[in-house]
C-alpha cells in the first residue's frame, strides 16, 4: 500500500491543504463550550450526556441461557411486586415492547471508592495489592487499574450478595499498550475476595451479569482479535470458579442495531429537576435476541433509574445488560433521571444516543430537552 | 499525565491536566481534521466533528487520559460523529444557514479529484483508507478500531486503493471544474 507513491502524494497534499487551511476555535473554546453546557443547557445532562449501546451476543445463544422474561438481573432485593417485562411473542409484534433489562453493570457504590484486595495481572507494569479505589479508578506511579463492569448477585450460595467486578489494567504510555483484565469476586461487607474467575486473556468485558442461580455470565472480545463475541458462564464451586458453559458468536452473526430516543418535557419537582428518556433500540440485522451493553454516560453524578431494575446509585455512568429485540423488531428502555435539588434546568439540552454494536454498524442519536 | 513516555519509564501516573490537553488539541487536532475532511469530504464539517469530540472530551479528560491511548479514544469520539445523525444534522444546519467558510481557498484539481474518489467509495473502505494513510494507523490499529480481522482490513485496503486509482487515473477534465 505504501508503495504507492501517487495516493501517497495525494493524502500528503490533501493534509498540508488542511494545515494550512484549517481554523479550529481551540481548546479553550472547546473548554467554554463544555462548560458552558455543564451549567446550563445540558446540566441535566450532566447526567446522562450519552447512550452507548454496545452489542453483546446473537439469538441463539441467549435464547439458550439467558431468560427471556421475568428476568430481575440483580435487583438488589426482590420485591414482589417486580415488574417483568412480557414475554416477546413468536408472532408479528408491529410496536416496541418494553426491554427486559438483566443487570446493571455499574460498579455499585461501596465498591466505586473501595479498598480491595487485587491479585497480580498478567501484565508487566499493573498495581496490585491492596488498592484503594476512587471514583471507579486506582491511579499510581505505576499504572492505573479501572472498573470496568460490576454485577451483583449470590455467587457462593451463602445468603448474602457478593459483588463481582472486571478490572481492567492501564499501565500506561503512549501509543497502543495492551491491556489486560480480570474478573474477580468479592464477598461480605468488608469485601473480601472470594476468587478469580479464570477467563485467561481477557481484553475487553462485552457483557457481565450474575444470574439468580448464582452462575456468572460473562461476554467478552474474542482473544484473537477477530471480529465476535464469546460467552461463558461460571460456576462457584466452594473454592473457586469453573467454566461450565461458552458460546462462540462469530462476527457475521452480530445484528445490527440502530438506536432513537424521545425525552418528555424536563419537570421541576421538589428534589430536583428529573426527565424520562424512552430509548429505542431497533434490531435491523437477520438475528435476534442478542444482550445488549446499554451504558449512560453523563459528566455528573445523577439518579437514573430504569425500568424493571432498581438502579439508583448516584454516579455518572450506568452499564445496563438488556435483551435486544427480534430481528425486525424493536424493544424500548425507559429512563428516569434525576439531578440534585439545585440544579439547574436543563432548557434546550441535547442528548446523544448512540449504538454500538461492532463499531461498524454504529448507530446514534441526538434528543433535544424542553421545560 | 503524560502523553509520552520518558525515557525514566514514567506512566499514566496522574490524572490529566488541562496542560495535557491542550497538548494534545494542538498535536493531533489538525491530523483529526485532514482524516475526516478526507472521509466526509466536507473541510468545516470536518473541523465541527473534532472540535465537539474535543468538546466532550474536556469534562471525562481526567479519567480518559488513564486510557492506554487517550488519543485514540478521542480519534473513536469524532470518527463516531462522523458516522452518526450529528453529522447529518450539523451538515443540515450548515446548508440551512450557508455559512460555508469564506477563507478557504479553492480547491486545486488534485485535491477535489482525491474527496470525490473517496467519495465514491463504500464507507468501510473510505475509513480503512483514510485511517491507513492519513492516520497513520496499522493494520492492527484498524482492525481493532474496526473490530475486525487483519485480513478484513487488507481486503478494504486492497479494494479501497484499486477504487482510488481507478477514479484518479481517469480523464481530469471528468471530475475536476476548478
Known amino acids: 500500500m505504501r508503495e504507492s507513491d501517487e495516493l501517497v502524494s495525494a493524502f500528503t497534499e490533501l493534509e498540508a491543504f488542511v494545515r494550512g487551511t484549517s481554523r479550529l476555535p481551540g481548546l479553550a473554546a472547546a473548554q467554554s463550550e463544555a462548560a458552558r453546557r455543564r451549567r446550563g443547557r445540558i446540566a441535566v445532562w450532566s447526567a446522562a450526556a450519552a447512550v452507548v449501546l454496545v452489542l453483546g451476543g446473537a439469538a441463539t445463544v441467549v435464547a439458550g441461557w439467558l431468560p427471556r422474561s421475568g428476568m430481575t438481573g440483580l435487583e438488589p432485593s426482590p420485591s414482589p411486586s417486580v415488574t417483568t417485562a412480557p414475554t416477546p411473542s413468536p408472532s408479528v409484534t408491529t410496536g416496541p415492547v418494553p426491554a427486559t433489562v438483566l443487570a446493571d453493570m455499574t460498579p455499585p457504590e461501596q465498591l466505586r471508592n473501595a479498598t480491595i484486595d487485587v491479585p497480580a495481572f498478567d501484565l508487566a507494569g499493573c498495581p496490585s495489592g491492596r488498592l484503594e479505589f476512587r471514583d471507579e479508578a486506582f491511579v499510581s506511579s505505576v499504572g492505573a487499574v479501572l472498573m470496568d463492569a460490576a454485577a451483583v448477585g449470590d455467587v457462593d450460595a451463602d445468603g448474602t450478595e457478593d459483588i463481582v467486578v472486571a478490572l481492567r489494567c492501564a499501565p500506561g504510555g503512549s501509543g497502543h499498550v495492551p491491556s489486560s483484565v480480570q474478573v474477580l469476586a468479592y464477598s461480605g461487607p468488608g469485601l473480601a475476595l472470594l476468587g478469580s474467575v479464570p477467563t485467561g486473556g481477557l481484553t475487553r468485558v462485552a457483557s457481565l451479569l450474575v444470574r439468580p442461580d448464582g452462575d456468572v455470565e460473562l461476554g467478552m472480545a474474542r482473544a484473537d482479535g477477530v471480529q465476535g463475541i464469546v460467552f461463558d458462564r461460571y460456576r462457584w464451586g466452594g473454592s473457586g470458579f469453573e467454566r461450565i458453559d461458552g458460546v462462540d458468536v462469530p462476527g457475521d452473526a452480530l445484528p445490527v442495531v440502530a438506536v432513537s430516543a424521545e425525552p418528555t418535557a424536563v419537570q421541576l419537582v421538589p428534589g430536583g429537576p428529573s426527565t424520562t428518556i424512552v430509548v429505542t433500540v431497533r434490531n435491523e440485522g437477520p438475528d435476534s435476541d442478542l444482550p445488549l451493553q446499554l451504558t449512560v454516560v453523563g459528566t455528573e453524578p445523577a439518579t437514573v433509574e430504569v425500568e424493571g431494575l432498581a438502579s439508583p446509585a448516584v454516579q455518572s455512568r450506568h452499564d445496563l445488560v438488556i435483551v435486544a429485540p427480534e430481528a425486525g423488531q424493536a424493544v424500548t428502555v425507559t429512563l428516569r433521571v434525576a439531578l440534585p435539588a439545585g440544579a439547574t434546568l436543563p432548557v434546550g439540552s441535547s442528548v446523544l444516543v448512540a449504538a454500538y454494536p461492532t463499531d461498524v454498524n454504529t448507530s446514534s442519536f441526538t434528543v433535544a430537552l424542553q421545560a | ?178
Open chain 2, 1 to 178: 499525565m503524560s502523553l509520552t513516555q520518558p525515557s525514566g519509564g514514567r506512566r499514566h501516573a496522574q490524572r490529566g491536566t488541562n496542560a495535557d490537553l491542550d497538548e494534545v488539541y494542538e498535536a493531533h487536532s489538525t491530523r483529526l481534521v485532514a482524516q475526516l475532511y478526507a472521509y466526509t469530504g466536507d473541510l468545516a464539517l470536518a473541523e465541527d466533528l473534532v472540535q465537539e469530540a474535543f468538546v466532550r472530551v474536556v469534562p471525562r479528560w481526567s479519567k480518559i487520559s488513564t486510557y492506554d491511548d487517550p488519543i485514540g479514544w478521542i480519534r473513536r469520539v469524532a470518527w463516531n460523529l462522523a458516522t452518526s445523525d450529528w453529522r447529518r444534522a450539523r451538515r443540515a444546519r450548515r446548508l440551512a444557514s450557508a455559512t460555508r467558510e469564506e477563507h478557504m481557498p479553492g480547491p486545486s484539481p488534485d485535491r477535489v479529484m482525491l474527496v470525490q474518489a473517496l467519495a465514491a467509495l463504500p464507507p468501510v473502505q473510505r475509513r480503512a483508507v483514510v485511517m491507513f494513510y492519513l492516520a497513520d494507523m496499522s493494520l492492527a490499529d484498524i482492525a481493532e478500531l474496526e473490530r475486525v480481522s487483519e485480513n478484513t482490513i487488507k481486503q478494504r485496503l486492497h479494494r479501497g486503493r484499486a477504487g482510488l486509482a481507478a477514479a484518479l487515473s481517469e480523464p481530469r477534465s471528468e471530475v475536476g471544474h476548478a
